[in-house]
């Protein structure tokens, strides 16, 4: 896989790496750490400088800059969501006896951060990693509880039918939106795979923001609708287990 590193973005992370070390670092002791020119040193780290990733103070060194820390904040909260996860999932997967995944929004997507499947032989198969579209299916949860100029991005005027269950115009998608706000919980049934029945509950931060949320995938042919409806309480009680870990307190959850 050598072939696919692309060079100067290898180099920019190199400087990159050297300011975390040693913050207030000057041009001519960077390029001398990574091998590389002080010329071509110094356009990678205006390129960075000007996305905010490197700062350059007035003394001509260099430290991270403001976009680093939404980064590492952001890497720090996924990480803790997936430790704190992992036993909740666990349990949730045990109770129900199907698949449990945890998702997160990242770009306009729903990503598979973690997961826990059941021993039996017949269950959906899940896949950290795999990305499904926001407008349909239960990862709707997760987009219902983004801000508008969000959702708005996300939704297309004219949905690309994943299945014959797929929402078919904006209109329906965003009304379902509304109704998981309110409700507080996500029911998919056939809208990304023909035999699937899933749910999804939200996972509440500190700040009462949506940070992930927990999915319960099934055949569908084995999901009466009173299983259906145990499913949800224990995957909504799941979700809130996790909220609390996370900071979240149910009193200053908005009405």
């Not at 010329?39 to 390129?47: G, Q, Y």
């Not at 998919?188 to 029945?197: A, F, L, N, T």
């Not at 099934?218 to 609390?244: G, N, V």
Request: proline letters at 5%; glycine letters at 4%; hydrophobic letters at 40%.
């Amino acid at each position: 896989m050598q072939d696919y590193i692309v060079e100067s973005v290898d180099k920019a992370i190199d400087l990159l790496m050297a300011v975390a070390r040693k913050p207030n670092i000057g041009v001519t002791e960077l390029a001398k750490k990574t091998g590389v020119t002080k010329s071509r040193a110094f356009r990678l780290l205006h390129t960075m400088e000007q996305r905010k990733i490197i700062k350059r103070t007035s003394e001509s060194t260099y430290g991270l800059g403001e976009a680093m820390l939404v980064l590492g904040i952001t890497a720090s909260t996924q990480t803790d969501v997936i430790r704190l996860a992992t036993p909740i999932l666990e349990e949730l997967c045990q109770r129900v006896n199907e698949t449990v995944q945890l998702r997160i929004v990242d770009g306009l997507d729903a990503l598979c951060i973690a997961k826990a499947e059941p021993s039996r032989d017949l269950r959906v198969h899940a896949n950290v990693g795999r990305r499904r579209p926001l407008y349909a299916g239960s990862p709707k949860c997760l987009l219902a509880f983004q801000p508008q100029e969000f959702i708005d991005r996300c939704v297309p005027l004219k949905p690309p039918a994943l299945t014959a269950h797929t929402p078919k115009s904006r209109a329906v998608i965003l009304e379902e939106l509304i109704k998981i706000r309110r409700q507080g919980y996500c029911v998919s049934r056939g809208e990304v795979s023909d035999h699937q029945v899933s749910c999804a509950a939200p996972v509440f931060a500190l700040d009462n923001s949506v940070v992930a949320t927990i999915h319960v995938v099934a055949p569908a042919f084995r999901i009466r609708e009173s299983e259906l409806e145990h499913i949800i309480r224990i995957a909504t009680s799941a979700a809130q287990r996790l909220s609390r870990a996370l900071g979240w307190s149910e009193e200053e959850t908005a009405v």
